[in-house]
């Protein structure tokens, strides 16, 4: 059985690019890979990119010099999960604290890890998780 190695990527479908780059390279002191008016791309780790995209403006396939990007596109608040270490839960739950993030709530979950629901400019919910969740 073939099996995918890591999600490489996930997007997000916002309403002001600029405001949604500048909260998610503040909140993750992550660079910024690529960037133009209608997405931009910022590395996470490792191999792992979070995809900002101006809503609808993909709604129409991208062709490229190696092949053509089918058009997609999203709407309404979205979830995602950013993975953490353990022994930086209180430092982020002070970071965002100190940053005027409300964090929305926390789970202790039955496997031992805890997550942290807080949510973005465009109201997605944004999770930190410590190890365990899916176990």
């Excluded at 791309?41 to 092949?67: T, W, Y």
């Excluded at 930086?88 to 100190?98: R, S």
């Excluded at 807080?118 to 899916?134: N, S």
Aim: proline share 7%.
């Amino acid at each position: 059985m073939l099996k995918p190695t890591h999600i490489a990527e996930t997007a997000l479908y916002v309403d002001d690019l600029p405001r949604a780059v500048q909260f998610y390279t503040k909140l993750f002191a992550c660079p910024v890979l690529r960037c133009d008016d209608r997405f931009c791309a910022l590395h996470i780790a490792d191999e792992q990119v979070l995809l900002l995209f101006l809503r609808g403006s993909s709604k129409q396939p991208m062709a490229l010099s190696g092949g053509n990007i089918p058009a997609h596109d999203g709407a309404g608040p979205l979830h995602v999960c950013f993975g953490i270490q353990a022994i930086e839960l209180n430092p982020w739950v002070q970071w965002l604290e100190a940053h005027g993030i409300a964090i929305e709530s926390r789970v202790e979950w039955p496997g031992g890890a805890t997550s942290l629901y807080f949510r973005d400019p465009d109201r997605h919910a944004v999770e930190l998780a410590t190890p365990g969740l899916w176990r």
